[in-house]
């Protein structure tokens, strides 16, 4: 029956006794959270060795591209696309290589799914992001494995490592209202522990122990979004990670260096979508603005509104073929987000890179001030997540939750890129902060 659960040995085919042990250790935690889901990577032998073969292609393909010189794979994973996948048989006729975009996906994504996949290992994730608009994307249990060497590739070039093995690896922490948490354990990193917590109190016996579990863990690598880790960094904590991944949200890089600084660990910012898996990746080294293509099986363009490439350095939308997806393989798709792309360097990298389209403010003097502009004004403020809002009399409303202190210097920012325009601030109650993401930038004038 397909709403029969899993066993553990379907979650976990590969399962050893260690593994095992360090699964009991987290489920059975004296300090664990109120575990709301039972999560397991379904990994078989064929799979690890899947995951295994992406890191060392990863390790040892990973090359650039320059403007207008697709790499050598792409021409020949449109033409594979084309032979098995049902969207692609209809869509990419003769030479034509249209882009597709969530619409497509949303309709019928059963259409991506190639010809020779196993249902038997088809996984579906639901996802909404900042839209509320519900995503259904199939995926083979190799797909989120295979996030592992991406990141290992990022925190290579950051001089960091993972170990794995007979410890808990990676720790994901949410801070919202409500979110899935589980225990979990990687055969990539030897049977070495995962755990997605959410810091909300209201998951957990006691308020203090979201530190004592932590501690006791331990993890060498935490991810988690700007808000989350803001959230982290306020408990008392003994133990430091390795180095620490944002993603899902803009993390500015005054927070950045501000968890730096605390952690006392890199702190890497990386641009990833549930479709298409990690994208790019910042480096301490490069402008604060400017993100490394991560995946070797990516390709990225910058696309104008007629799927036309821009000219280096140019803002379009940002298009990629390719990921780490097997049941979902992309062909020219349009992301949603907007940036440029430099290709000046070893490997491309994406330039002001905005997640959702473009939006443009007015001021009272008549000026406009692009989105962009607004997260750039706002570089050197520590903010752990932000909205602003321009409505129909022409009054900006940004919303936002901190100190007294950050909200006087992000007031100084916006009032340097606004001029005399009629600005309120709203702080978000905390229980609002806590709901997740929301949508960036918007206004109501035409």
């Not at 990577?41 to 799979?47: D, I, K, V």
């Not at 290579?156 to 990676?170: K, M, N, Q, Y």
């Not at 991944?245 to 990833?272: E, G, K, N, Q, W």
Request: glycine share 8%; net charge negative; hydrophobic share 40%.
């Amino acid at each position: 029956m397909l709403d029969t659960p899993l066993t553990e040995a379907e979650r976990f085919p590969l399962l050893t006794d260690r593994g095992r042990a360090m699964l009991r250790r987290l489920q059975q935690h004296l300090y664990a959270p109120r575990w709301t889901y039972q999560c397991g990577e379904r990994l078989t032998a064929a799979g690890l060795a899947d995951v295994r073969q992406f890191a060392e292609r990863q390790r040892s393909e990973r090359r650039g591209w320059k403007h207008g010189e697709p790499p050598d794979w792409v021409a020949e994973f449109v033409e594979r696309c084309r032979r098995e996948v049902s969207f692609y048989r209809k869509r990419l006729a003769g030479d034509a290589l249209p882009t597709c975009n969530r619409g497509d996906l949303r309709r019928e994504p059963w259409e991506f799914v190639p010809d020779w996949a196993d249902l038997s290992e088809l996984i579906v994730y639901k996802t909404s992001g900042t839209s509320g608009n519900l995503l259904q994307l199939p995926a083979h249990p190799v797909a989120p494995a295979r996030y592992l060497p991406l990141f290992e590739s990022a925190l290579a070039a950051h001089g960091v490592a993972l170990t794995g093995g007979e410890r808990v690896s990676l720790v994901q922490v949410a801070a919202q209202i409500s979110t899935y948490t589980f225990a979990s354990i990687s055969s990539y990193l030897d049977g070495a522990g995962f755990a997605k917590i959410n810091l909300h109190p209201a998951d957990w016996t006691d308020g203090d122990d979201r530190q004592r579990f932590f501690d006791d863990c331990s993890p060498e690598l935490v991810t988690g979004d700007p808000f989350a880790l803001e959230q982290l960094e306020a408990l008392p904590l003994v133990a430091r990670p390795r180095a620490i991944l944002s993603s899902a949200t803009l993390l500015l890089p005054a927070l950045r260096d501000r968890l730096r600084r605390h952690f006392a660990c890199p702190v890497i910012d990386v641009y990833s979508m549930n479709e298409t898996g990690p994208i790019a990746f910042a480096h301490a080294d490069y402008p604060a603005d400017e993100h490394e293509v991560l995946p070797h099986n990516l390709f990225v363009e910058i696309l104008d509104e007629m799927g036309k490439p821009v000219p280096p350095g140019d803002r379009g939308e940002i298009v990629v073929t390719g990921g780490v997806n097997p049941y979902l393989p992309l062909v020219r798709y349009r992301t949603g987000d907007f940036g440029a792309m430099s290709c000046d360097h070893g490997m491309p990298r994406l330039v002001g890179i905005e997640r959702r389209r473009p939006v443009v403010f007015h001021t009272v003097d008549g000026g406009e001030v692009p989105s962009i502009s607004v997260t750039v004004a706002l570089f050197q403020v520590p903010l752990p997540f932000f909205s602003l809002h321009q409505a129909k009399d022409g009054g900006l409303t940004f919303r936002t939750r901190c100190d007294a202190g950050t909200e006087e210097a992000a007031r100084g920012a916006l009032s340097r890129a606004f001029g005399r325009t009629p600005l309120r601030f709203e702080r978000v109650p905390f229980e609002v902060a806590w709901r997740g993401k929301s949508i960036q930038y918007q206004c109501d004038l035409e």
